[in-house]
């Protein structure tokens, strides 16, 4: 069982030498046993192995423990029925953690718990230490995070749909929406700004705030626009209402969030920075591209004035 043990972690560290969680260092009952033999040889390096005599380990074993040493408490039990493998990896993006340990503990489990691996006594493989804890919690975190992104995008297309009255007039007004997440999630990769739990929270803020400024620009578009029938006439119309208090609570709002940018903590300062630029982005997009895209999308409609002049001299 060292043998497989040994042979085992060798092979990890090699296969893992070129991966982003590669294996630094490794320890476990192997790993003290072949000090001990080395030691018991004038430390010469041709004896840092296992002994090839099975008899001889557990009389090196208790010379060492009979020496004054407590360092077989790290890595196994009292009984020796319980082992610790100890596998010290990189600090890197917490996503990569779950498939190496679940790789790790796969390669384990076909080692020494499948039938005909090494012995027929049933053997319990558990992944434990605080990498794997905070491992799994963040990758948890991330993905539950990206679910409900999905969800609230669905649901609050849906409402914009109900709210206008009008699929494709509904599906357009996301654009305005998801514009300024889009810019945000550019302007990270570009300045190199890491995807963190803090700059997670910067996406649904944003969302939220557009949505906002959506509705109040959509619906009063819609308003204005059955009266007249003119885009032009009910963007501008709009603009002078609605956009003047979207343009108030837009400013009150990126003062409030780049207030974070006096923090000392870098966490803080990308989260109040980015929220109040994509809080901009937002303004920007609902006082630009949405009446763009009404332009665009309504067509040159006939202004209710002209309409009525039309009807008139034809009469």
């Not at 709002?253 to 940018?261: A, D, E, M, V, W």
Request: proline share 3%; aromatic share 10%.
């Amino acid at each position: 069982m060292l043998l497989k043990l040994d042979t085992l972690l060798t092979e990890l560290e090699a296969e893992y030498a070129d991966h982003p969680v590669f294996i630094g260092k490794t320890l476990a009952l192997n790993t003290i046993l072949k000090e001990i033999h080395q030691a018991l040889h004038n430390n010469s390096p041709d004896f840092y192995r296992i002994p090839e005599n099975a008899k001889l380990i557990p009389q090196e074993f208790l010379l060492f423990e009979n020496s004054g040493s407590d360092d077989l408490e790290d890595v196994v039990d009292s009984r020796f029925q319980k082992a610790r493998v100890t596998i010290k990896v990189p600090w890197r993006d917490a996503l990569l953690y779950v498939p190496f340990m679940d790789g790790v503990r796969e390669r384990f489990v076909t080692t020494f718990v499948n039938p005909g691996a090494v012995l027929e006594k049933e053997i319990y493989i558990t992944v434990t230490g605080i990498m794997s804890l905070f491992g799994r919690i963040i990758h948890a975190a991330i993905y539950s995070a990206a679910q409900s992104y999905a969800i609230a995008l669905v649901v609050i297309t849906l409402l914009m749909i109900i709210l206008i009255g009008r699929l494709r007039l509904g599906l357009i007004s996301m654009v305005p929406n998801l514009a300024p997440i889009l810019m945000i999630l550019g302007l990270m990769g570009w300045l190199n700004i890491r995807l963190d739990m803090f700059t997670m929270l910067i996406a649904s803020i944003a969302i939220g705030l557009a949505v906002d400024d959506t509705v109040h620009f959509m619906y009063n578009f819609q308003g204005y626009y059955r009266k007249t029938r003119d885009v032009a006439t009910a963007v501008r119309n709009t603009l002078h209402t609605a956009g003047r208090a979207m343009l108030t609570t837009s400013v009150v709002l990126c003062l409030g969030f780049f207030i974070f940018t006096f923090s000392t903590m870098n966490n803080l300062f990308y989260f109040g920075i980015l929220t109040g630029t994509a809080i901009l982005f937002a303004l920007l997009a609902d006082l630009l591209l949405a009446p763009a895209l009404m332009k665009l999308v309504m067509g040159k409609a006939e202004p209710v004035e002209e309409k009525l002049a039309r009807r008139h001299n034809e009469n």
